[in-house]
């Protein structure tokens, strides 16, 4: 059960597109349609913004939108926000009842 | 309102046991898989197990099978973890976290806010 690979960090300036990727394997990002992304900002509870590889639960900003090509998923935040300076997961089912994270990327707002 | 609240977090010697309980309230808690997720200090989030409505389907993650157990009372609305045999790098922040449905494919929504477990001597 290894980790997803996330990039460690990534930046951009306000109004800015950044796009975080996640890369696993044909057992879990590529095998199954059951991606997911969650917000987390250091002290307070993760949040959801993306399942099913590119589905916005209610509520959530259609500036954050996801995708996935093969064993990488993406997630694509544009109209960058200082409010989106945080750590950002992505989340894949690997089957039989399990899930994966990935290790995490910090978001940088400039 | 949709919520789930930790509780049971502490600390704890090496070797030691403790029991976490989340206590969901605001849906019908037996018609949802729950999950259990940490985060050691500084580290990502980690799946540690799942349980189905029914507790019929029970998972865990490699790191804590054999040491770890999973549980859930429907009647109570409650989830548990008891934690066997803990060991340093159990340290972490343990959520409870709701799936989507009776089924588990990592949409977690709601999380409980967390319970702190320190396992040092």
């Known amino acids: 059960q290894s980790a997803l690979t996330q990039p460690r960090s990534v930046s951009g300036s306000p109004g800015e597109s950044v796009t975080i990727s996640c890369t696993g394997t044909?057992?879990?990002?590529?095998?199954?349609?059951?991606v997911s992304w969650y917000q987390h900002h250091p002290g307070k509870v993760p949040k959801v913004l993306i399942y099913?590889?590119?589905k916005w639960p209610s509520g959530v900003s259609n500036r954050f939108s996801g995708s996935k090509s093969g064993n990488t998923a993406s997630l694509t935040i544009s109209g960058l926000q200082p409010e989106d300076d945080a750590y950002y997961y992505c989340?894949?089912?690997?089957?039989?009842?399990?899930?994966?994270f990935g290790g995490g990327t910090k978001l940088t707002v400039l | 309102e949709v919520q789930l609240v930790e509780s049971g977090g502490g600390l704890v010697k090496p070797g030691g046991s403790l029991r976490l309980s989340c206590a969901a309230s605001g849906f019908t808690f037996s018609s949802y898989s729950m999950n259990w997720v940490r985060q050691a200090p500084g580290k990502g989030l980690e799946w540690v197990s799942s349980?189905?409505?029914?507790?019929?389907?029970?998972y865990y993650a490699d790191s804590v099978k054999g040491r770890f157990t999973i549980s859930r009372d429907n009647a109570k609305n409650s989830l548990y973890l008891q934690m066997n045999s803990l060991r340093a790098e159990d340290t972490a922040v343990y959520y409870c976290a709701r799936e989507s449905g009776d089924y588990v494919e990592g949409w977690f929504d709601p999380w409980g806010q967390g319970t702190l477990v320190t396992v040092s001597s």
């Open positions: 349980i189905s409505s029914s507790s019929s389907y029970i």
């Open positions: 099913d590889v590119h």
């Open positions: 044909s057992s879990d990002v590529g095998g199954f349609e059951y």
């Open positions: 989340c894949s089912y690997a089957g039989t009842y399990r899930v994966v």
